[in-house]
């Protein structure tokens, strides 16, 4: 019902920057709450940060306050990270998601296909 692909992920240095962005198609009507999430090898997924699609609060993980920033064109149905001052333990797969409510740790319903971040040192 709603599709989500995620483009902007790449190689950086220590330190650099990266914007991913996340476009949303299908029934994005429903979208309430909007999030990024983050997997590395041997690790579960992580919450990295969410936002209310319509109100705009946020809801940050402690591990990317200060750095990361979540942004929404709600007209352009995308979704974006911009990640500064990146460190090598953001090394991941960054998957965007959607669901209908406003819960931002809630369970998420839609998935994209992830992007790969690699932060070398």
């Known amino acids: 019902q709603v599709q989500l692909v995620e483009s902007g992920g790449g190689l950086v240095q220590a330190g650099g920057s990266l914007r991913l962005s996340c476009a949303a198609s299908?029934?994005?009507?429903?979208?309430?709450?909007m999030g990024w999430f983050r997997q590395s090898p041997g690790k579960e997924r992580e919450f990295v940060v969410a936002?209310?699609?319509?109100?705009?609060?946020?809801d940050y993980a402690d591990s990317v306050m200060g750095r990361f920033t979540i942004l929404r064109d709600n007209a352009k149905n995308t979704l974006y990270l911009q990640m500064n001052n990146l460190k090598p333990e953001d090394t991941a797969v960054y998957y965007c998601?959607?669901?209908?409510?406003?819960?931002?740790?809630?369970?998420?319903?839609?998935w994209g296909q992830g992007t790969q971040v690699t932060v070398s040192s």
């Open positions: 936002i209310n699609w319509i109100r705009g609060n946020t």
């Open positions: 299908g029934r994005t009507s429903s979208i309430l709450s």
């Open positions: 998601a959607s669901r209908s409510g406003f819960s931002l740790r809630g369970a998420y319903d839609y």
